[in-house]
């Protein structure tokens, strides 16, 4: 004699082929195991109720509350008619016609009735991390589909084959995931549960993800313990309180006079990096500025992983603004995509202290030879042993945001509608 666990049974392997007959065997099922309930689905089956039922429940105001009856059931409950055996009756059963299939002639056959039918269940839980979250999902019967980032079905998205649980990441810094930001350390996407590998049904679901990270200033304090025993004071104390830096990219005209949402190609811009606080200890520099069209299809790099620009034709260094060592620019002209009129940009920006040591850039110039220019966009900083210090204890109280670049690293994403100079309508309206 031999027992056999599994988290498996009827209603998890329904609509598929792995349930089968042993006459050798005795199947017992558990009907209170604990199951996903946070977002359910129900089928209705038109024109049948029950015969028999585990519970009925009197004056239940409305089918949505006997919907919340049978998901809130002590036991599993797996389907529920409301007010076809009486006015504002609710009936809850364990079954559903997937363990059904042994009993004979289990319905009563009713015109005007319905039978809601659980169809799947999800527990979705969402895990904030440094440079990521992670949708983790676990469904009451197996699933075979997908689960992407809406809008990214190819490019940021998990395949999933007959499982019970399965998870997406989303890197803040990952592109192809889109994860917004919205307001300082609040990081939100959409996520779809696809149930067909290829194309979207009315089974399928959508839920909005939302990491909140406290980026509120923390007082940093070290105490150095001279270990004298007695009422004798530790001999230094420093506090000091350190800002977590506010970053805005904005899209400007060349002289950084006037914000801009929309422009010509051609027309003479700026990219603009600015600490908010004048008065913060932080300065910045810039990497991995990728411009991206408005469709999710094209992307081109501006400024590379060492901060250069990769065609000075297109846009130029990222230098300090005369006014301010809070403030970087770059200068570009106006440009688009063929496929889209909108234009986002997209850089990573990481504050240091006291002051960011630019990179050596080279460049072709028009005759061809390598000629060499400064770029604020280095990866190591200048710091000393105390700044240093202050640095680490800052990042552990501020956003944690890549994937796998310095652990203070910010995404700014903005965006630009820029339209051509072709004039193709004002061609057709002559």
């Known amino acids: ?93 364990h079954h559903s016609r997937a363990t059904l299939s042994d009993i004979q002639d289990p319905y009563l056959d009713v015109p005007e009735a319905a039978t809601y039918e659980l169809s799947s269940c999800y527990n979705v839980s969402i895990e904030c991390r440094a440079g990521d979250m992670i949708a983790k999902i676990r469904t009451s019967k197996l699933f075979d589909g997908k689960v992407y980032a809406k809008g990214s079905p190819n490019s940021c998205s998990v395949d999933v084959k007959n499982s019970l649980e399965f998870e ?81 990219m904005k899209i400007t005209t060349r002289d950084g006079s006037e914000m801009m949402r929309t422009a010509e190609v051609g027309d003479p811009l700026a990219l603009r990096f600015e600490i908010l606080d004048p008065q913060s200890p932080y300065e910045i520099f810039v990497r991995e500025l990728v411009a991206m069209d408005g469709v999710d299809s094209s992307e081109i790099t501006l400024i590379d992983a060492r901060g250069c620009p990769t065609d000075h034709f297109i846009m130029g260094p990222i230098y300090k603004s005369a006014t301010s060592g809070k403030i970087l620019l770059s200068h570009f002209d106006a440009f688009k995509f063929p496929s889209s009129e909108m234009v986002q940009f997209r850089a990573l920006v990481t504050p240091c202290m006291p002051t960011c040591e630019p990179v050596q850039c080279d460049q072709d110039d028009f005759g061809g030879e390598l000629r060499s220019m400064v770029s604020y966009g280095r990866k190591r900083r200048s710091v000393n042993a105390t700044t240093s210090a202050l640095m680490d204890a800052a990042v552990r109280h501020r956003r944690e945001t890549t994937r796998q670049a310095p652990q203070d690293d910010m995404l700014l994403v903005q965006s630009i509608q820029i339209t051509d100079k072709f004039g193709f309508e004002k061609q057709q309206g002559a």
């Open 1 to 93: 004699m031999t027992c056999e666990l599994s988290d498996m049974d009827r209603i998890t392997l329904a609509g598929s082929s792995a349930f089968q007959t042993n006459d050798g065997a005795d199947y017992l099922e558990n009907n209170c195991a604990e199951e996903p309930t946070k977002l359910c689905e129900f089928k209705r089956l038109s024109g049948r109720i029950l015969k028999t039922v585990d519970s009925v429940y009197q004056d239940v105001a409305s089918v949505d509350e006997c919907r919340e009856l049978c998901l809130s059931s002590p036991y599993r409950c797996h389907s529920y008619d409301y007010g076809d055996t009486g006015d504002m009756v609710c009936r809850l059963s």
């Open 168 to 248: 997406l990441r989303m890197g803040y810094q990952d592109i192809d995931c889109n994860v917004r930001q919205n307001g300082l350390g609040r990081y939100l996407n959409d996520v779809v549960i696809q149930h067909h590998d290829t194309i979207v049904t009315s089974s399928d679901l959508g839920l909005a993800v939302t990491c909140q990270y406290d980026l509120t200033n923390k007082t940093v304090s070290n105490d150095v313990d001279l270990d004298v025993t007695g009422d004798i004071e530790p001999a230094l104390s420093e506090e000091v309180v350190v800002d977590s830096p506010n970053v805005v």
